[in-house]
């Protein structure tokens, strides 16, 4: 006997279960966001579901793709509809968030982003586009001024860069001299100042009388809050799309898988209104700085260490490397021995049960987060995590270990020396260093020579770590030790190194 399947309905306006607010029709638009991404859906725009269902507003988002068209037109061709999945090992909690009002790529259509980023309706221009994304010299914090896209957008051309955007778009506002919010959602320190800085060193490089005149209107009428985002967000599977269709009924091309936990710690500092974030569990504080030194440094930072150790052993997901009790020893080692000296916890938090909730979400099976995607983009991502800690122990005169493997592995995961096979899951990882690491791997014949090339004569860490011999010199012995017995040997030596 043939069994005929009937074909799930796509996920669509019709089929959709109602917005959370009884919403029938996405609300009027207040807010772009650049970063279309998994993070963004899972993050600002269910912060905003709740919002206005909670109090109606004008805050309908008009998410931006950067280049890849995926998520944008399949958005379009669900009239605007996608769903979050929650998944822990006791099962999956789904919602549809209906709040983006229209999507767009900028590669394709940047007159069409300057345009809504210059219109009077906006009110707050959002940002989630990785540390990568900003288009600045780690060295130096300022804006990456020979970066191609960069010399493009300063020459006049169609904008390319986040901050040509938002720069050009800032420009068409001072005509109807009508303040807004730049909100930066991404792991930078002091994000909303850095933003500021890397907005102003665009317009001031300006040419023209405008530059002068921009940059003034800038001062006065933008505001560029601080705030500290947390979620875990992995990359998209098919065993998610085939979960949700089975447990949903309808089939989505762009689900979100995401964990149940989720923080949003801002300043209130919003230039013309904002939504009602508080309604979803968004914080508003005067320690966002606080706050961001403890999740970039004992989240991430660990997170960091526990993805490259995790690659080398052939783990392909953060749960599975964490499980190992030569990864989880040096994880808990570097978190309470090496990054939490370094933090001003905020107020109210206990940073034992922050760690044991840490390890809980990292232990989280369902969820498939993989160490390929936390391992990427390290060439940026451990220069926000790494030196300022380190340097607590400089100024000891003592020498972090673990803040040293993390950086052992990521080379080795990256840029392996010759003759070593970090395997697939280190192979996949994305990095824009990896070209020249690569080339530097070459030419070592030793893990000193990599480390040496690296963190002194290229700077990969900055300025300070360049200058620290014993830290150079620890990572270079780590990396032969990772070469010679394998990682889980490096690991234990580090681990000892640090009592």
Known sequence: MTIIRTPLPRLSAATAPPSSGGRNRPPEQGIVHLGLGNFHRAHQAVYTEAALAHQDGEWGI??????????????????????????????????????HTGALVAAREPDDVVAAISDRTTKIVSLTVTEN??????????????????????????PRSTIGLIVRGLQGRVQHNTPVTVLSC??????????????????????????????????????????????????????????LSRDMGFEDSIPVAAEPFSMWILEDNFAAGRPAWEAGGAVFSDQVGRYEQLKVRLLNGTHSLIAYLGALSSAATIPESVAQSFVE????????????????????????????????????????????????????????????PAMKFREAGRTPHLMALTTAAYLSCLAPIDGFDPGPH???????????????????????????????????????IADWDPFVERTGELIDVIVGHGIEAATSEAVKGDR
């Not at 769903?83 to 006791?90: G, H, K, M, Q, T």
């Not at 665009?202 to 005149?213: D, K, N, P, T, V």
């Not at 995607?373 to 926000?384: A, H, P």
């Open 62 to 99: 008009l998410g931006v793709s950067s280049r890849s068209g995926t998520v944008a037109d399949a958005l379009r061709a669900q009239d605007l509809r996608y769903s979050v999945a929650e998944i822990s090992p006791a099962g999956a909690t789904y919602s549809v968030p209906s709040v």
């Open 426 to 464: 280190a192979a996949a990882m994305q990095d824009p260093a990896r070209g020249w690491l690569s080339q530097l791997a070459s030419r070592s014949t030793s893990g000193a020579h990599m480390a040496r090339g690296a963190l002194t004569d290229r700077r990969l860490l900055g300025d300070d």
């Open 133 to 158: 994304g900003y288009t600045y010299s780690p060295a130096t914090k300022g804006l990456q001024l020979d970066h191609p896209d960069i010399s493009h957008d300063l020459a006049g051309g169609a």
């Open 329 to 388: 020893r040096a994880a808990r080692t570097v978190l309470r021995d090496e990054y939490l000296p370094s933090v001003n916890v905020p107020d109210g938090i206990d940073p034992d049960l922050y760690e044991e909730q840490l390890f809980v979400r990292w232990s989280n099976t369902a969820l498939g987060h993989r160490t390929q995607q936390v391992g990427s983009d390290g060439s940026v991502k451990l220069r926000e995590r790494i030196p300022e």
């Open 186 to 243: 991404d792991n930078l320190n002091d994000n909303g100042e850095h933003t500021r800085r890397l907005v102003l060193e665009f317009a001031a490089q300006m040419s023209g009388s405008e530059s002068g005149e921009l940059t003034g209107w800038i001062e006065q009428n933008v505001a560029f809050p601080s705030t500290m985002v947390d979620r875990i967000v992995p990359a998209t599977t098919d065993a998610h799309r085939s979960n």
